[in-house]
């Protein structure tokens, strides 16, 4: 097949790209490289299946060949980015997927959106499960990501019904391992940093507030079973084994052998108190769940950016 992957530079983009090629897929990645990067596709460049092309999708794409499958990941992702990046997200969470939607239409192709887990907002109903509509702030900080997901969910949503456009969303929760950038902000990879080089390691808040890591491979697993499955409405995939940021910052800590201080910070507006995924319909109807425990994830990532350097 062909398939269009938005966004196929960045951490699980390219991840997802690798995954495709490897099952003897044509790969067409789509970046316009604001937070993706050439290292994380620089291997896949060789190959002739696959077609790097540098394109921002708030502009509409024109596609020379019959796309079969949309993977549509382009958005930018990480919390501190809410703030610096405000109003590209909303372009890209509104006209991008707009855009991609179009030519997903013209193309007859399959199409799926990555969604996520902020879509719950900082939920009232624990574990998550797919029923839930959530609890966002719709002016706050994170709104411009939250809200544009919620959009752009509604938005693959009318495609499914007014034009019977073959759609799958997938609602993506915390995932992390190799290829995520050092400086991107998130947990992981502030984390492991900090670890590695005997610095502060930076607790937000009290360290109270829970999270749920699911490893790349697992959750790429889960995201290629959704589009191959006939289930169009939304679906979690994600691990269910929950821990405080304080106990996660102990075993980084722990697991590197590090001098570093634990410090606390002020905690950002509307951080999610509790995240855990209810994964009862990933289980049921496409027969996933995730195999690699957070320590095996966590040894395989230290190993990525320990390389690094
Ligand atoms: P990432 O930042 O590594 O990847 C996002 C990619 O999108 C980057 O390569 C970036 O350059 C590209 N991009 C952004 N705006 C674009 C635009 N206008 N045109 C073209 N490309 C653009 O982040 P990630 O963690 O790999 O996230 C991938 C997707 O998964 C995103 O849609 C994100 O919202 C979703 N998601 C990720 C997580 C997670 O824990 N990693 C959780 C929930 C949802
Ligand atoms: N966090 C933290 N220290 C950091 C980065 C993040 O304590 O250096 C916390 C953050 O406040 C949140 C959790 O870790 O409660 C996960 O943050 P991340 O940015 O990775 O993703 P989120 O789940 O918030 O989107």
């Known amino acids: 097949m062909k398939i269009l992957v938005t966004g196929g530079a960045g951490f699980i983009g390219s991840h997802l790209c690798e995954f495709l090629l490897n099952n003897n897929h044509n790969v ?3 970046d316009n490289l604001i937070t993706g990067r050439k290292e994380n596709i620089n291997k896949m460049l060789r190959r002739s299946e696959f077609e790097f092309v540098k394109h921002d999708v708030i502009k509409p794409i024109i596609l020379n060949d019959k796309i079969d499958w949309v993977f549509h990941l382009a958005s930018l992702a990480s919390p501190v980015d809410f703030e610096k990046y405000p109003i590209e997200i909303l372009k890209v969470g509104s006209i991008g997927i707009l855009n991609i939607l179009e030519s997903s239409k013209k193309n007859n192709a399959r199409f799926l959106l990555a969604s996520t887990s902020e879509v719950y907002g900082d939920p009232k109903i624990y ?7 959530g609890n966002v702030n719709p002016i706050g900080v994170r709104s411009v990501y939250n809200e544009s997901k919620r959009f752009a969910e509604a938005l693959t949503m009318a495609y499914h019904r007014k034009y019977n456009l073959d759609t799958r969303i997938v609602r993506i929760f915390n995932t992390f391992g190799p290829k995520m950038r050092l400086d ?3 947990v992981v990879p502030n984390f492991i940093d900090q670890a590695l080089n005997n610095k502060p390691i930076t607790v937000y808040g009290d360290g109270s507030q829970t999270r749920s890591f699911c490893y790349v491979s697992d ?3 889960g995201i290629v079973k959704l589009m191959k499955s006939n289930y169009h409405l939304p679906i979690n995939i994600g691990n269910t084994k929950e821990i405080t940021i304080l106990d996660f910052a102990k075993k980084i800590k722990k697991m590197l052998n590090s001098k570093s201080e634990i410090t606390f910070h002020p905690l950002p507006k509307d951080d999610p108190k509790k995240r855990r995924p209810d994964i009862a319909k990933a289980k049921e109807i496409l ?3 995730p195999k690699i425990s957070l320590e095996e994830g966590l040894e395989k990532t230290i190993n990525y950016f320990k390389n690094l350097k």
Request: glycine share 10%; aromatic share 16%; hydrophobic share 25%.
């Open 28 to 30: 067409i990645c789509v």
């Open 127 to 133: 574990p998550q499960d797919e029923g839930y509509w």
């Open 184 to 186: 991107d902000g998130r």
């Open 219 to 221: 959750e790429i697993e």
């Open 287 to 289: 027969d996933w769940k």
